[in-house]
């Protein structure tokens, strides 16, 4: 191993302590890396290391790291267009708003807008603006165990209350539901008998005017849309019962509550469909996207609304704005992303993928009884560690295996590799898979002969 860069990655390690924020996430992880290159699915570090990625920047580079078609769009934008200021049109903004939208409107029979902005939190925003503007309600509901970014209004409604405890009162909080988890069904029913009594628990909300959320008299409900995870990423890539949010629906319409599909990080094929939503056969109000919108390239998120909802006689002109919302560099990768998506089969090719990755997880479930359960839908897989019974939530372990993939020195063939893992779920005790939608087989096969050496050791 090279001193040399050893003592640089030391070195920068050191300034990193003194000098950056520990604010954000990194200071998570036990073990941390300072990467110098990626590719395809792999992350390196200085010494040349692959780090085999399942995690992919949370499902922001479903295309895999230096998509050649995808970096080629966006080095031709540099060299035509590179900045322009939101408040003028560029051809690739008008297309790209045109592909998304006349694409909802073939699936969902809908017409609507597009709006740009940078970030997901940021879309998040735009989405509660326009419920706010269309409905005039403050109030929200959203999902126990739902993220939607860390912006004071995303973190509104966001589950979680350490993401608000130390920025003061929240007024408009989200009245938070509890998401369909099967697996740790919230009204603890055992198994796979799923009779939505979750569902019929927030239904009954409606039935009085003394549960606090409607006005029988006249059906006008305080709350003015459901911010909903299609499958729910952070909480654990929890897969929802199949009617679950038909059904929910069906009440949301009876009291004109807005239906918003939070689809940053379940979009662009990472269930098999466009959007994750197309598996439950509801038609959202509001659709909101970012991260795999540019693979992870220049920042770009969205939300497409109803006509409505978005139309100029309602949203008009300076509603919101931010300088780098609509920038050419990230419409120009962003519609690169979609002609991809349509010259591409992944209809076909994540749903066998897929497949083909939880049958792995299901024999590597039937070794350890430490693995409480894995599911699957499309290339969004979990695992859930748990202690030897099988259910009791083992973070720990979790938290073991993951900083073994990061420390690099797992086996193959005679040589190093790491293994990136995240770690979601109520417990953070679930590993969250999202890898290229490209991984093949051979890289499949890898990655669970990776995982399982990662959990080999920890159980030692
Ligand atoms: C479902 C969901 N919504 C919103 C966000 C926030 O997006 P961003 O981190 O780009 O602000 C995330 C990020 O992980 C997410 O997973």
């Avoid at 890396?33 to 992350?43: C, K, R, S």
């Avoid at 019929?200 to 409900?221: A, G, H, I, R, W």
């Avoid at 959202?284 to 919108?293: N, Q, S, T």
């Avoid at 359960?373 to 859930?384: K, M, N």
Wanted: net charge neutral; proline share 4%.
């Amino acid at each position: 191993m090279n001193t040399k860069t050893i003592s640089l990655d030391e070195e920068l390690l050191k300034v990193e302590s003194q000098y950056c924020s520990w604010g954000d996430t990194v200071h998570y992880a036990k073990h941390l890396n300072i990467f110098t290159n990626a590719d395809g699915i792999y992350l390196y570090d200085r010494q040349g290391t692959p780090y085999l990625d399942l995690q992919m920047w949370y499902s922001a580079v479903n295309f895999g790291y230096k998509n050649k078609r995808l970096n080629d769009a966006l080095k031709k934008q540099i060299d035509t267009l590179p900045q322009l200021a939101c408040q003028y049109l560029h051809e690739e903004k008008i297309r790209l708003a045109e592909k998304i939208a006349t694409d909802i409107e073939k699936k969902f029979g809908v017409k609507g807008r597009v709006h740009f902005n940078i970030g997901g939190a940021q879309a998040v925003e735009d989405a509660i603006k326009v419920v706010r503007n269309h409905t005039g309600k403050n109030l929200m509901f959203a999902f126990m165990g739902g993220y939607h970014g860390r912006t004071l209004a995303a973190t509104s409604i966001t589950s979680s209350y350490r993401y608000r405890e130390h920025f003061g009162h929240f007024s408009d909080r989200a009245s938070f539901i509890p998401y369909p988890y099967q697996f740790r069904c919230p009204a603890d029913r055992k198994g796979a008998c799923c009779d939505l009594s979750c569902l019929k628990s927030f239904q009954k909300l409606f039935e009085s005017e003394y549960y606090s959320v409607v006005n029988t008299k006249n059906n006008n409900c305080e709350f003015g849309a459901f911010f909903v995870e299609p499958v729910q990423a952070t909480g654990g890539y929890i897969i929802p019962p199949k009617n679950y949010f038909k059904e929910l629906k069906k009440t949301l319409d009876q009291y004109h509550v807005l239906f918003v599909d939070d689809e940053i990080q379940m979009g662009f094929f990472r269930t098999g469909t466009l959007w994750a939503i197309e598996h439950f056969d509801v038609v959202p109000d509001i659709i909101v996207f970012g991260k795999a919108l540019t693979n992870g390239l220049n920042p770009l998120s969205g939300i497409w609304a109803k006509e409505e909802l978005l139309g100029p006689k309602t949203f008009g002109p300076g509603m919101t704005h931010s300088t780098f919302s609509s920038n050419p560099l990230g419409t120009a990768t962003g519609l690169a992303v979609m002609n991809l998506i349509e010259d591409s089969d992944f209809q076909t090719s994540v749903p066998q993928k897929g497949a083909y990755f939880l049958k792995k997880l299901n024999a590597l479930k039937n070794k350890y009884p430490c693995i409480g359960e894995v599911a699957a839908l499309g290339l969004a897989l979990r695992i859930e560690m748990c202690q030897k019974d099988g259910f009791t939530p083992n973070r720990t372990l979790s938290d073991t295996i993951m900083n073994i993939g990061l420390k690099g020195q797992l086996k193959h063939k005679g040589k190093n590799y790491g293994l990136i893992l995240d770690i979601g779920g109520y417990y953070k005790n679930v590993f969250t898979l999202a890898p290229s939608l490209y991984i093949s087989e051979e890289e499949m096969d890898l990655s669970l002969e990776l995982f399982e050496q990662a959990l080999q050791q920890a159980l030692v």
